[in-house]
């Protein structure tokens, strides 16, 4: 486990040297290096450096601290804390990320090196790697193979407010960027993923998105193996696959002997997700934080003044914000309103008073969450349990768990946790409503 000290910082003399780092992953924001190095204090984490920002975006709008802050006591509390990652900082030396820069460059896709690493960024976050299973801190413990799918399930909701088109209604968000996507670049072949399936608790339609997904994963499905990413249909991730299987079902020459393991893994991701239960809290807080959508709000957002336009809450405002929102959920919860109802929009205006530009603003901010967990990842992690016996968990299980596989002697443990959940800037609100013009046009 990382040394920390007491203000969440991370002992960092023995980590700034870039040899002890192997790129891993990219967003648009950050890029996640590995932790290779043979100190037990730091094995099984990674690094998050920041990218620099486009001309377009601004400067950065919060720190390292503030978005902790923003994961611990904005999110956990709605996607639960046993999802959600501790995050420590490491401060870095401009040698230190010109050598990163340098090394990893051979290693990062085209598609991303139009944006470098940060070299004045002062503070790196050192977070745990969800790839890979800690043996603890005996190197000679065993390690189990551990496989990983990062899945970015998108919007989980229709929106029902009459606000809106009924076009917005009846129609996927996703599957209409896709067709954008598609009429812009001809290049692009839409997957046939649909979230409205993933998110659904129908085994069958679970099943169909995650296989649209195993097919053409786009930047909605990644796979590692042992922390290592590995590019879907390729021959290694289809031996690897296979590998994991044959663990799995050691005398099931069945399953052993498939060409496309593919069916396999939908399967069992498809069982986690229901067992577990975090597809549905993430579509219920998606929705119930934006009751008015991106029309009502971005017309909201331009009606306040400069300085309002440009306000990010501060911690203590996020905090206040999100106990409003838990006290006013916990009642629709209460009287059994759930999230598939048109409760939100009809009761909204009475609920939140949006009559009232107090009001009003707390929806923008309420949106923006709702941003975050529409854009957020999970890593769902498996590994093969040769020795428990019994029974696996089903039901609910807080993000870890134990299963019980058809026709398998091992039992199947996973983890779950949410990535991707920085927050928001408010300077975005028009962006997300020029890019919603665009889709539905």
Wanted: proline share 5%; aromatic share 8%.
């Amino acid at each position: 486990m990382c040394v920390l000290i007491q203000d969440g910082s991370a002992d960092t003399g023995r980590l700034l040297d870039a040899r002890l780092w192997l790129y891993k992953g990219e967003g648009n924001a950050n890029i996640v290096l590995s932790y290779m190095g043979k100190d037990v204090n730091y094995v099984g984490y990674v690094l998050r450096l920041s990218k620099v920002r486009d001309d377009s975006e601004g400067p950065e709008p919060y720190s390292l601290v503030y978005a902790r802050d923003y994961h611990e006591k904005v999110i956990a509390p709605l996607l639960g804390n046993a999802y959600i990652s501790h995050m420590a900082f490491v401060g870095v030396s401009r040698d230190f990320l010109s050598s990163i820069a340098e090394m990893i460059g051979k290693d990062r896709p085209a598609t991303r090196k139009h944006k470098d690493v940060d070299l004045d960024q002062q503070h790196a976050a050192l977070i745990p790697d969800h790839t890979v299973i800690s043996s603890g801190s005996d190197p000679s413990s065993e390690t189990p193979a551990v496989i990983s799918f990062e899945i970015k399930p998108k919007w989980g909701f229709l929106p029902t407010s009459c606000r809106v088109s009924q076009l917005k209604r009846s129609t996927c968000r996703y599957c209409m960027h896709q067709q954008l996507k598609a009429a812009q670049d001809d290049a692009h072949t839409p997957n046939g993923f649909c979230p409205l399936d993933l998110f659904s608790h129908s085994p069958e339609r679970m099943r169909h998105s995650l296989s649209c997904l195993f097919r053409n994963p786009q930047n909605n499905l990644k796979l590692f193996v042992n922390g290592r990413r590995l590019t879907l249909n390729s021959h290694e991730s289809t031996t690897s696959m296979l590998d994991f299987i044959s663990r799995l079902y050691p005398s099931n020459t069945e399953q052993t002997n498939q060409e496309d393991p593919s069916a396999v893994m939908v399967d069992l991701l498809a069982q986690i997700a229901r067992d577990d239960g975090w597809l549905q809290n993430l579509r219920f807080h998606q929705q119930h934080l934006d009751p008015y959508d991106i029309e009502t709000v971005y017309r909201w957002y331009v009606a306040l003044d400069d300085t309002m336009q440009g306000h990010n809450p501060t911690t203590e405002e996020w905090e206040d914000i999100i106990s409003a929102y838990v006290r006013r959920v916990d009642d629709i919860r209460t009287t059994g309103l759930c999230e598939d109802s048109s409760a939100p929009d009809n009761v909204g205006d009475v609920d939140m008073g949006t009559s009232n530009p107090i009001n009003r603003l707390r929806a923008i901010y309420e949106f923006l969450i709702s941003a975050t967990l529409k854009d957020c990842s999970a890593l769902i992690t498996m590994w093969v349990d040769e020795h428990s016996r019994g029974d696996g968990s089903n039901g609910p299980t807080n993000g870890e768990g134990l299963l019980t596989i058809a026709n398998s002697p091992h039992l199947l443990r996973y983890k779950i946790r949410i990535v991707d959940i920085d927050p928001k800037d408010i300077h975005k609100i028009p962006r997300y409503f020029d890019l919603d013009q665009r889709i539905i046009r």
